[in-house]
C-alpha cells in the first residue's frame, strides 16, 4: 500500500544502507549471525536453515536449519537472504490545526475552487467532495460515516486522478488498488484512515468475503469483523509477568479478536460497483473531459493549508458535529439519508448557501444513481407499461415485449444486454413478493400480472423523482402525438403515487392502437 498525501503518508524504511549488493549480502549476514534474518541461514526467520538437504536436518520449525521449506543450501538459505528489501514503515502523523479560528463557508468554498483546478467534475460533485474531506476529519463524532463511489464507463475519466487528488486532502489517507481481507480491517484498527480504494472494478471483483466487509463498514456498531489471533493476549497489570504469554504455547492457542472496519472510504471503479455496496455509497460518475475543458497539473496541489484548516473547524465544532440533526430532503431513501446526514450537518455548520446546496447534491445525485438502478428502472418501465397499456392487466408475453422496446435500460445490465424473457421476469419480480398469474384480457386467457400486485411494490421502489419525470415525460408526448387536447387527457393525479389510478380507458386504447 502507499499513499501520497503531502502530511500523511505511507514510508518506505531504506532497503539497506550501502546501496548495493555488498551492503545486501552484508546485511544478511549480519542478519543470519543475530539469529533474526527473514529468509537467511540459521536465523529464525521465515524460510531459514544451514542443514545439508533441500529442507534441513535440525528440528525445529523453520528454524536452526530446521525443516525450512527452503532450507539447506537451496534458494534462501546460506545467509544470503533472498529478499532484503525491509518492510514497510506505516506513518500517519496527525495534522496540526489551523492557529486561528476558520469560517466553514471559506473553507469549504476553497475546496472547490482547488478541486475544479484539477477535475472536471460532474454537476453537483464538487460541492460533495467538499463536504466530504472535511467529514474525514469529523467522521468518529458521528455513528455513520459517509462512502463515496466514484465511477466510470472507460478508462481515462478521470477516477484516478480524483483518487489522487483526494489523497492530498483527506485526513489520514491510505490508498491501495489492491488490498486482501486481513489486510483491510487491519489497516483501518490500527491506523483509523480515511481509505481510498482505486481499480475497484478488478480487485473486488468475485471478492464476496471483502466486498461483505465494505458493505457493513459505514455504521460503527455494526462495522467489525471477528477472527481468530494467534498474537500473545494482552495482559493485564498485575496479572503475571511481562512478556509470560509471549511463548509459542501461549500464542499457539488462538483467541477471538474484534477488529473494526469503520472509516470514511472512496471506492473508485470502470464500470458500476456491487450493487449492495453501491447502495451504500454517494455516487459520483466521471465522464472524460472535453477538448476545450483544461485541469492544473496535480504539482501544484497546496494541500497542507487546507488540511489543516479543515482539522481546526472540527476542533473548534466538534460538540456541535456529534449532536446536530440535520433537516433530511424529502425523497431520500433511509439509507440515502443517513449517507449524506454526516455531510448534511457540517454543510449546516458552515453557513451561507451551503445547506441549501448540500440538499439540492443530495436531491440530484441521488435521482441520478436510482435512475441506474437495474431494478429500478425495470419497475419504472413496468410501471409505464401499465399506465399506457390495456386496463389494469397485462399478460406476461405483452410486459416483456413492451419491455424489450423500452431501448437501453439499466435493467438490461442484469441480463448482459439481452432482451427480457417471461422467465427471467418472474425470477426478478419473485422476491418483492409479486407472480404471475392466469388473467383474462377480452377472449383470451393466459400468464400475466395485474396491476394491483404492483402497487406497493412501486411505491417503495419507485423514487417519487422518477414518478414525476415519468408524468413529464407523458405529458410532452402525448402533447407531440395529438396535440394539446390529447395532453389533457394526461393529467398529474394520475400518477400521483405509482400505484395510483391508470389512464382512461379511451385514452389507453388511442394509445394502444398508436
Not at 549480519?30 to 539469529?35: D, E, F, L, T, V
Not at 525491509?86 to 482547488?114: C, F, I, M, T, Y
Not at 494482552?234 to 496479572?239: D, L, S
Not at 411494490?457 to 395529438?482: C, D, H, N, T
Request: hydrophobic share 35%.
Amino acid at each position: 500500500m502507499s499513499s501520497v498525501g503531502t502530511e500523511n503518508r505511507l514510508e518506505l524504511l531504506p532497503e539497506n544502507e550501502g546501496g548495493n549488493e555488498n551492503s545486501q549480502e552484508e546485511s544478511a549476514a549480519r542478519a543470519a549471525s543475530n539469529g533474526e534474518g527473514r529468509y537467511a541461514g540459521g536465523g529464525v526467520g521465515e524460510s531459514p536453515g544451514n542443514g545439508t538437504g533441500a529442507n534441513g536436518t535440525g528440528a525445529g520449525d523453520r528454524a536452526n536449519g530446521g525443516n525450512g521449506t527452503e532450507g539447506g543450501k537451496g534458494w534462501r538459505g546460506n545467509g544470503k537472504g533472498h529478499r532484503t528489501r525491509s518492510p514497510v514503515s506505516v506513518e500517519l502523523p496527525p495534522v496540526e490545526p489551523w492557529p486561528e479560528p476558520v469560517d466553514g463557508k471559506e473553507l469549504l468554498d476553497a475546496l472547490v475552487r482547488e478541486l475544479n483546478w484539477f477535475v472536471v467534475f460532474p454537476k453537483w460533485a464538487a460541492e460533495t467532495f467538499a463536504l466530504w474531506i472535511l467529514h474525514t476529519f469529523a467522521f468518529t463524532l458521528r455513528e455513520l460515516t459517509t462512502y463515496i463511489g466514484i465511477e466510470s464507463p472507460e478508462k481515462e475519466c478521470g477516477k484516478s486522478t480524483v483518487i489522487t487528488v483526494l489523497s492530498r486532502l483527506v485526513n489520514r489517507a491510505v490508498v491501495s488498488s489492491n488490498i486482501s481481507p486481513s489486510a483491510f480491517f487491519r489497516v483501518i484498527e490500527e491506523l483509523e484512515p480515511t481509505l481510498l480504494i482505486d481499480e475497484a472494478d478488478t480487485n473486488l471483483r468475485g471478492r464476496d468475503e471483502l466486498t461483505g466487509i465494505l458493505n457493513a463498514g459505514y455504521t460503527r456498531s455494526t462495522a467489525y469483523v471477528w477472527r481468530i489471533c494467534y498474537d500473545p493476549a494482552p495482559v493485564a497489570e498485575g496479572e503475571g509477568e511481562p512478556g509470560a504469554a509471549e511463548g509459542r504455547g501461549a500464542a499457539s492457542a488462538g483467541r477471538p479478536a474484534r477488529y473494526s472496519c469503520w472509516c470514511p472510504k472512496a471506492i473508485a471503479a470502470i464500470g458500476h460497483l456491487h450493487p449492495t455496496l453501491a447502495s451504500r455509497c454517494i455516487l459520483i460518475r466521471m465522464h472524460r473531459k472535453l477538448e476545450g475543458e483544461e485541469c492544473e497539473r496535480l504539482k501544484g496541489l497546496k494541500a497542507a493549508e487546507l488540511q489543516r484548516k479543515c482539522a481546526r473547524f472540527v476542533r473548534d465544532h466538534a460538540e456541535e458535529i456529534a449532536s446536530a440533526e440535520p433537516a433530511i430532503p424529502r425523497g431520500l431513501t433511509n439509507r440515502a439519508a443517513d449517507i449524506w446526514e454526516p455531510l448534511l450537518a457540517l454543510a449546516d455548520l458552515a453557513g451561507g448557501p451551503w445547506p441549501e446546496l448540500a440538499r439540492q447534491a443530495a436531491g440530484g445525485l441521488n435521482a441520478r444513481a436510482q435512475a441506474h438502478s437495474p431494478i429500478g428502472s425495470l419497475l419504472l418501465d413496468i410501471l409505464m407499461s401499465f399506465v399506457l397499456g390495456e386496463g389494469d392487466r397485462l399478460f406476461s408475453r405483452t410486459l416483456v415485449e413492451r419491455l424489450n422496446r423500452a431501448g437501453e435500460r439499466p435493467w438490461m445490465e442484469l441480463r448482459k444486454g439481452k432482451g427480457a424473457t417471461e422467465t427471467w421476469l418472474a425470477q426478478q419480480l419473485r422476491p418483492y413478493g409479486v407472480h404471475s398469474r392466469t388473467v383474462r384480457i377480452g377472449e383470451q386467457v393466459a400468464k400475466g400480472y395485474m396491476r394491483e400486485d404492483f402497487q406497493d411494490v412501486f411505491k417503495r421502489y419507485i423514487p417519487k423523482s422518477e414518478v414525476e419525470a415519468l408524468k413529464a415525460e407523458l405529458a410532452e408526448r402525448a402533447r407531440v402525438e395529438a396535440g394539446s387536447e390529447a395532453a389533457s387527457a394526461v393529467k398529474p393525479a394520475e400518477l400521483t403515487e405509482p400505484g395510483g389510478p391508470q389512464a382512461p380507458p379511451g385514452e389507453q386504447e388511442k394509445r394502444t392502437e398508436s
